[in-house]
């Protein structure tokens, strides 16, 4: 901004005309925006200190809510069980559109087609991805099982139907759903990374696996750092799929955090207590962005 | 979260490895093949599932499990696509899926665009703290304030009405950051000339903005459409009538309620991705760009 005396008010005529022609661009979209995202995690904050439960008013009850929390089993398992999931989740699907990614980089016949088919999985339909995976599934008659008798396994896997499978099941869906979106982030990457690294490190007499660690690898080290930040709050919000799935079942060995939220507030009418079980999962989602941020930037330094 | 990190624009992708020598002949053609199996065993894993729901919704119910595996139908049972409708609502679960996805897309498309106008080229006292508060909320998940959206949304008496599913999907941060970050490329000085030739902020967007912006408009339509038609957890807490079922909705009561009906549920379940397939063929590249220029989404 110009300090001059005399420009100053033609400036402050400018700002204020700026400042009316932005919102006006501005308005129509934040109306929205503002009353149905950000009013409602700014009260999310209230009701998660009272005893609301649809039926008359809300009542404050201080941290009950949180202390209730503190010795709920379900709850503990439903937050063992999205770590579970995330930890098993991040670093499959991470190789796995990395390696894809790399795959596609070559000079390869039907990389284009390959490229579609990767992709599809990410914008089919939960309901429809859950039913015919719960059919490939099928213990006795299941294409899986019958693949898997076919190489020799003997006693394979019960999958959706036991309680030790049904986790593993519902992370391989998940990782083959959403490998080819982030397959597209790391391929947008690998392709930032300048030809002539390659051919100096060639020169230099790199093997493959050299030119892997020390070009690609250190070139890609943004987009790795964005995928896996996306990555984790996809894991840890994960919820429609292991809905439509496995309903959380058997028994308890694939709840997750988000489906205990949805149990006690739209089945239960616990909006106060499930509201404070959404904090949770807010601050987790929270403080890990937070947190990787912070390492990348002192990486970065 | 800043927004310097997630604004960093990703090139749009060139297929295939374009940019690279082909110089590495002689040992290439051992790692080819072993491109060419990876590749073809990909695929076949990636398909599987398609396939099977194709080959299943084609078979007649006794034959959809079946030791050993039958892999191609037979006889052909063509019926289960006339059978589904009279056995379903799929046309009042379509019809409410379509007239959605369409309201949201062009509410979408219209605020977004207008708004991320506003921030990428209007400067005006307070701005990149409005922005930062919409890129935040991209990393809140929706689960976690689910409830209270819930609660404003019975206040306002729009739950168990189709409105509740245009308020909820229409006026995301997406859009406004796929925009914006699309506006960003557009060099400033043509915005620059046509302000001293008189053009107001609206003619600029309008005469100059929006017709270089096609491109970046059809990803986020065809974006937005895909989500809202594929949109599950939205319709479930929402809307209670049957009548108001999306195909999502819909489907998943078919499942439950004629659970052993294994090849008519891979029908519907074909009808129902059906739209979007053809709408990822036809658009693919948009697809393509709108991911890679964002990152963000879902």
């Given at each position: 901004m110009a300090?001059?005396?005399?420009?100053?008010?033609?400036?402050?005529?400018?700002?204020?005309?700026?400042?009316?022609?932005?919102?006006?661009?501005?308005?129509?979209?934040?109306?929205?925006?503002?009353?149905?995202?950000?009013?409602?995690?700014?009260?999310?904050?209230?009701?998660?200190?009272?005893?609301?439960?649809?039926?008359?008013?809300?009542?404050?009850?201080?941290?009950?809510?949180?202390?209730?929390?503190?010795?709920?089993?379900?709850?503990?398992?439903?937050?063992?069980?999205?770590?579970?999931?995330?930890?098993?989740?991040?670093?499959?699907?991470?190789?796995?559109?990395?390696?894809?990614?790399?795959?596609?980089?070559?000079?390869?016949?039907?990389?284009?087609?390959?490229?579609?088919?990767?992709?599809?999985p990410y914008i089919t339909s939960i309901v429809a991805i859950a039913v015919v995976w719960n059919q490939l599934f099928s213990p006795e008659y299941g294409p899986i099982n019958a693949l898997l008798g076919a190489v020799g396994v003997d006693n394979a896997p019960g999958w959706t139907t036991s309680s030790t499978w049904s986790m593993p099941a519902v992370i391989i869906v998940g990782t083959w759903r959403y490998m080819g979106y982030y397959m597209l982030l790391f391929l947008?990457?690998?392709?930032?990374?300048?030809?002539?690294?390659?051919?100096?490190?060639?020169?230099?007499?790199?093997?493959?696996?050299?030119?892997?660690?020390?070009?690609?690898?250190?070139?890609?080290?943004?987009?790795?750092?964005?995928?896996?930040?996306?990555?984790?709050?996809?894991?840890?919000?994960?919820?429609?799929?292991?809905?439509?799935?496995?309903?959380?079942?058997?028994?308890?060995?694939?709840?997750?955090?988000?489906?205990?939220?949805?149990?006690?507030?739209?089945?239960?009418?616990?909006?106060?207590?499930?509201?404070?079980?959404?904090?949770?999962?807010?601050?987790?989602?929270?403080?890990?962005t937070v947190i990787q941020f912070m390492v990348n930037k002192r990486r970065n330094s | 979260m800043t927004t310097t990190d997630l604004a960093a624009p990703a090139p749009a992708i060139t297929v295939p490895g374009s940019g690279r020598p082909p110089s590495r002949r002689v040992a290439s053609r051992g790692w080819r093949l072993v491109g060419y199996a990876a590749l073809v065993l990909a695929a076949a894993g990636l398909l599987l599932p398609f396939y099977w729901m194709v080959v299943a919704s084609l078979k007649t119910n006794s034959d959809v499990f079946t030791i050993p595996i039958t892999?191609?139908?037979?006889?052909?049972?063509?019926?289960?696509?006339?059978?589904?409708?009279?056995?379903?609502?799929?046309?009042?679960?379509?019809?409410?899926?379509?007239?959605?996805?369409?309201?949201?897309?062009?509410?979408?498309?219209?605020?977004?665009?207008?708004?991320?106008?506003?921030?990428?080229?209007?400067?005006f006292p307070g701005r990149n703290a409005l922005f930062l508060a919409y890129v935040g909320t991209i990393a809140v998940p929706w689960q976690s304030y689910m409830i209270p959206q819930f609660i404003l949304m019975s206040k306002l008496q729009l739950s168990n009405t189709l409105w509740s599913i245009v308020a909820i999907q229409a006026f995301g941060a997406f859009g406004v950051f796929l925009m914006k970050q699309f506006y960003e490329t557009i060099p400033e000085e043509l915005s620059e000339s046509a302000r001293v030739d008189g053009l107001s902020e609206f003619g600029i967007y309008r005469r100059i903005m929006l017709p270089l912006s096609r491109p970046a408009l059809a990803s986020l339509a065809l974006l937005t459409f895909v989500t809202t038609w594929n949109d599950y957890l939205g319709p479930l807490i929402y809307l209670r009538s049957p009548e108001l079922r999306t195909i999502q909705l819909g489907l998943n009561t078919f499942i439950s309620q004629y659970n052993a009906e294994y090849a008519l549920i891979m029908t519907g379940s074909v009808l129902s991705v059906l739209p979007v397939a053809v709408i990822f063929l036809l658009g693919q590249r948009y697809f393509i760009e709108g991911i890679a220029t964002t990152g963000l989404k879902g």
């Open positions: 300090t001059l005396p005399s420009t100053r008010p033609r400036n402050r005529r400018l700002v204020s005309r700026n400042t009316v022609a932005g919102w006006s661009f501005i308005l129509p979209n934040f109306v929205g925006f503002a009353v149905l995202t950000l009013l409602p995690v700014l009260v999310l904050f209230y009701v998660a200190f009272t005893n609301w439960n649809v039926f008359g008013a809300a009542e404050w009850t201080g941290t009950a809510n949180f202390r209730r929390m503190w010795d709920d089993a379900s709850f503990w398992t439903a937050l063992r069980n999205t770590v579970y999931y995330t930890v098993f989740h991040i670093p499959l699907t991470l190789a796995a559109s990395l390696g894809l990614a790399l795959l596609l980089n070559r000079k390869l016949r039907g990389v284009r087609f390959f490229r579609t088919v990767a992709f599809f947008a990457g690998l392709q930032t990374i300048p030809a002539q690294l390659y051919e100096a490190a060639e020169t230099d007499g790199a093997t493959p696996w050299q030119r892997f660690v020390h070009v690609t690898l250190p070139g890609l080290r943004h987009t790795t750092f964005f995928v896996t930040v996306l990555l984790t709050i996809e894991s840890f919000k994960v919820f429609d799929l292991i809905l439509v799935m496995t309903g959380g079942g058997p028994g308890q060995s694939t709840l997750v955090l988000s489906q205990y939220i949805y149990q006690k507030s739209f089945e239960e009418n616990q909006f106060g207590y499930a509201s404070a079980v959404s904090i949770v999962l807010f601050a987790i989602c929270f403080s890990i | 892999w191609l139908p037979d006889p052909v049972v063509w019926r289960n696509y006339l059978d589904i409708w009279q056995r379903s609502d799929m046309t009042t679960w379509l019809g409410n899926t379509l007239l959605l996805s369409m309201v949201v897309t062009l509410l979408q498309v219209v605020t977004g665009s207008f708004a991320a106008y506003g921030f990428a080229r209007v400067r």
